[in-house]
């Protein structure tokens, strides 16, 4: 069965930091390329950083460049989005993605919640 499940979410001050994970399992992870995405109330989802299938090429949206990191560890399956200099204005459900093509098309994990509040 092929899914991403993500973790790491939760409450925290503004300017604080969170660690988000994203495992992926059911499919071959390292040749993949992973993308973090995040979705406010009321508001669309939008893209939040990228990763290619081997680490070595990353992108950001530029409201989170310099603040948060996309990383993974192919041997764990798992990518990371380090998030730090947390703002209000970050809160949202965060969904890691993958696009597995013919094996298995668009796939989004469950989401998890990052609340950013005093």
């Known amino acids: 069965q092929v899914q991403l499940v993500e973790a790491g979410g939760g409450l925290v001050q503004p300017g604080g930091s969170l660690r988000l994970s994203c495992a992926g399992s059911g499919f071959t992870f390292e040749n993949y390329l992973i993308t973090w995405y995040r979705q406010a109330p009321g508001k669309e989802r939008e893209l939040v950083a990228g990763i290619s299938s081997g680490g070595a090429s990353t992108n950001y949206a530029d409201f989170v460049k310099g603040r948060f990191t996309i990383s993974r560890d192919n041997g764990k399956k798992t990518a990371y989005l380090q998030m730090n200099s947390l703002k209000p204005e970050d809160a949202a459900v965060y969904y890691c993605?993958?696009?597995?093509?013919?094996?298995?098309?668009?796939?989004w994990g469950q989401g998890t919640q990052v609340t950013v509040s005093s």
């Open positions: 993605y993958t696009n597995l093509g013919q094996l298995g098309g668009s796939t």
